[in-house]
C-alpha cells in the first residue's frame, strides 16, 4: 500500500529549515529534526534517511521514514501499531506490525508498499536486521512453551535458517545485527534464571565464535560494520551493574569506555560505520560517538544554544551522520546529526581472520 505522508510534515520541515539558519560558531554537528513530538529514532542509512517510530493514537506508535524532506508515515497494515527496526541502503524498512488479535508479525517497506512478511513459523517473533541483500535476522520463541528464543537468518525467499547457540546447555540466542557479508552478532547464553550470563557473538558460514569479554557476563553485539567490527556492551568485574561499550576487531575486544574501574560505570555501543566509529549512550556523557581515541560527549559537539540533549543514538552511517532520540525542553524527538566540517574519516583493516573468508551461506 501507499504510505501517506503525516501530517506533522509541514511542521517538520518549517523547524529544520529554523534550526538550520542558527549560527553554528561552536558545533561540529547541526541538529536536523526528523520526527514529530514523542518520537524515537532507530537507524539511518547512507543516503541519510532515517527511520523511527511516532505516537500516531494515544495507544499505539506508528513507523515511519523521513529522507529530509518530509515524514513518511508507514502505516501498520491492518492492524493497530507498527515499529520500524532497520533500514538498508536500497531504502528497504524492516519493521514489526501489531495484527488485530494481538500477534507481532514482521513488513518490508520498499518502493511506496509495505509488505507482511508474517512470523518465524511457529514462534513469537521478533526482526532485528535488514541487509543491503535483502537477508533479515530475528529470533523468537516457540508459542506455549518454556524454551528460551532461538536466533534465525531469513532470506529473501522467505527461507529461515536456525543460527545454532555458542555450546551450552538449554541455550538461548539472540541476533542483534548483520552486514552484507552475512556475519551476524548478537548474544547466547545459558537459560538460567534469574540472570543469563550470555556471551556476545559473531556468526559467519554456519559457524558462531564468542567475543570474549573482560571476565563478567553479560555481553552482548548489537552492531556489525562490514569489517566484521562490533560493538555492544560486556559487564565488567568492578561494579554489581557495571558494563562498558567495547569496540571488538581483529579478533580482540578493547573497552572504550576509558573510565577507571573505581567509579560507577554504565554504557553500550549502538552504532558502528564501516570507519569503526561507534554511538552510544553512558551514564557519563549521555550520547557518545567513538572515532579512535575516546568517547566525546555529543552534547558537547552541538550548539548549546539550541537546547537539545542528545539522549539516544542509535545507528551512525558511513558518512558520519548519526540517528538519535533527543530531547529538548523535556519532550523527546527523533533526530539527524549531520557534521557540519568533514571530519578525517579513516577505514580499518579488514581484520586478518576474515581476510579471505566469504560471505555467509
Known amino acids: 500500500m501507499q504510505a501517506p505522508v503525516h501530517r506533522f510534515s509541514v ?39 532515517v527511520v523511527g517510530n511516532f505516537p500516531f493514537s494515544p495507544t499505539a ?3 515511519f521514514l523521513n529522507r529530509g524532506r518530509a515524514l513518511v508515515d508507514l502505516g501498520a497494515l491492518s492492524g493497530a501499531a507498527s515499529m520500524a527496526v532497520a533500514i ?14 494481538g500477534e507481532q508479525r514482521g513488513f518490508i517497506y520498499a518502493s511506496g508498499a509495505v509488505r507482511d ?24 520463541a516457540v508459542r506455549d512453551s518454556f524454551e528460551g528464543p532461538h536466533s534465525f537468518l ?8 536456525d543460527l545454532g547457540s555458542l555450546p551450552f546447555d538449554d541455550p538461548i540466542t ?22 543469563q550470563p550470555l556471551r556476545g557473538f559473531i556468526w559467519a558460514r554456519g559457524l558462531m565464535r564468542d567475543l570474549g569479554g573482560f571476565g563478567w557476563e553479560p555481553i552482548g553485539g548489537t552492531a556489525i560494520n562490514e569489517c566484521g567490527q562490533i560493538t555492544g556492551y560486556a559487564s565488567v568485574p568492578t561494579g554489581m551493574h557495571d558494563r562498558v561499550a567495547f569496540l571488538y576487531s581483529h579478533g580482540r575486544m578493547t573497552d572504550i569506555d576509558g573510565r577507571p574501574p573505581t567509579v560507577e560505570r554504565y554504557s553500550e555501543g549502538r552504532g558502528i560505520n564501516v570507519h569503526g566509529h561507534v554511538v552510544g549512550s553512558s551514564n557519563h556523557l549521555a550520547g557518545f560517538v567513538y572515532r579512535g581515541r575516546r568517547m566525546q560527549s555529543l552534547n558537547a559537539l552541538i550548539d548549546p544554544a539550541l537546547g537539545w540533549d542528545i539522549q539516544s543514538p542509535q545507528a551512525i552511517n558511513d558518512a558520519g551522520q548519526i540517528a538519535a532520540t533527543a530531547y529538548r525542553r523535556g519532550v523527546q524527538y527523533a533526530v539527524r546529526l ?15 581472520e576474515h581476510e579471505n573468508e566469504p560471505a555467509g551461506q
Open 11 to 49: 511542521f517538520l520541515l518549517a523547524l529544520s529549515a529554523g534550526m538550520a539558519s542558527s549560527a553554528w560558531a561552536y558545533p561540529e554537528y547541526r541538529v536536523t529534526l526528523m520526527g514529530p513530538a514523542n518520537s524515537t529514532a532507530t537507524d539511518i542509512n547512507n543516503d541519510s534517511v
Open 61 to 63: 506508535t506508528h513507523a
Open 88 to 101: 538498508n541502503n536500497r531504502g528497504q524498512v524492516l519493521g514489526q506490525w501489531t495484527s488485530a488479535s
Open 117 to 140: 512478511i508474517g512470523t518465524i513459523p511457529g514462534r513469537y517473533s521478533f526482526y532485528t536486521d535488514i541487509n543491503d541483500d535483502g537477508y533479515i535476522t530475528a529470533y523468537g
Open 154 to 161: 531469513r532470506s529473501p525467499a522467505g527461507t529461515f535458517r
Open 174 to 195: 539472540t541476533a542483534n545485527a548483520l552486514n552484507n557479508r552475512r556475519q551476524i552478532t548478537g548474544e547466547s547464553g545459558p537459560l538460567v534464571f534469574p540472570d
Open 338 to 352: 549531520d557534521l557540519i566540517r568533514p571530519h578525517a574519516l579513516t577505514a580499518p583493516s579488514l581484520p586478518a
